[in-house]
């Protein structure tokens, strides 16, 4: 499968070598990102590796994980459970009727 970059001069993607070298402009543009960024307690998260690492063992994550799409699976995973345990409990007493009845 062929790979393809967006040539800014050109304004179109043209075909990737691996040999290619990057601009000076791509390169600042990475790291200006991420240059220097602290999270709120001081620990350097400068790099996505370090981000990542510092997320998973500060147990934190970014708001952007919370879409629209987020909270509407949530709600619908508990009206799920909700359902579920309703339809336990109808079949539990339901159960016990019968059971009464003999």
Do not use: C, H
Not at 4 to 21: F, G
Not at 33 to 54: A, F, H
């Amino acid at each position: 499968m062929a790979k393809y970059r967006w040539d800014p001069k050109l304004q179109k993607l043209v075909p990737y070598s691996a040999d290619e070298q990057y601009t000076s402009r791509q390169l600042a543009r990475a790291d200006i990102y991420m240059s220097g960024l602290r999270s709120t307690d001081g620990v350097d998260i400068s790099s996505k590796r370090k981000r990542k690492e510092y997320m998973k063992a500060a147990n934190v994550t970014d708001s952007s994980d919370f879409t629209p799409e987020f909270y509407d699976r949530v709600r619908r995973a508990e009206m799920d459970r909700d359902n579920k345990e309703r339809r336990e409990a109808v079949a539990r007493a339901a159960y016990e009727v019968l059971e009464r009845r003999k």
